[in-house]
């Protein structure tokens, strides 16, 4: 618990939440002056894009380098979401195929 002075000049005590200590670190914490900051997205604004990419012939423009997804699985940077897919149809026809496995009794069917 924190004591807390108030805008009448009571003291009262408060107590600090999660999202206080958040709002704290994220103050605290201040950019270099020194620095470099780079982000990088899969789906540019057309604002970055004039900014880091380049013009083509019919005036729009692209991006200097693609880096692909398929590449960064390939390199192991990221991993395969879709490597233990299974469509809900796949899915249902497996299920109907485990279900003819059991028996049932007649009477509660």
Excluded: C, W
Excluded at 22 to 34: A, I, P
Excluded at 59 to 70: D, N, S
């Amino acid at each position: 618990m924190n004591k807390v002075v108030s805008i009448s000049g009571e003291e009262t005590e408060e107590e600090v939440t999660d999202e206080d200590v958040v709002l704290e670190t994220l103050q605290s914490r201040k950019m270099l002056t020194n620095a470099s900051y780079f982000a990088f997205t899969a789906t540019p604004k057309n604002k970055t894009l004039e900014l880091f990419g380049v013009q083509a012939p019919d005036g729009k423009y692209q991006a200097f380098h693609i880096y692909t997804m398929k590449q960064a699985i390939e390199e192991g940077f990221i991993m395969d979401v879709l490597s233990n897919y299974t469509t809900y149809n796949s899915y249902y026809a497996l299920s109907i195929v485990g279900d003819k496995t059991k028996e049932y009794e007649k009477n509660k069917s």
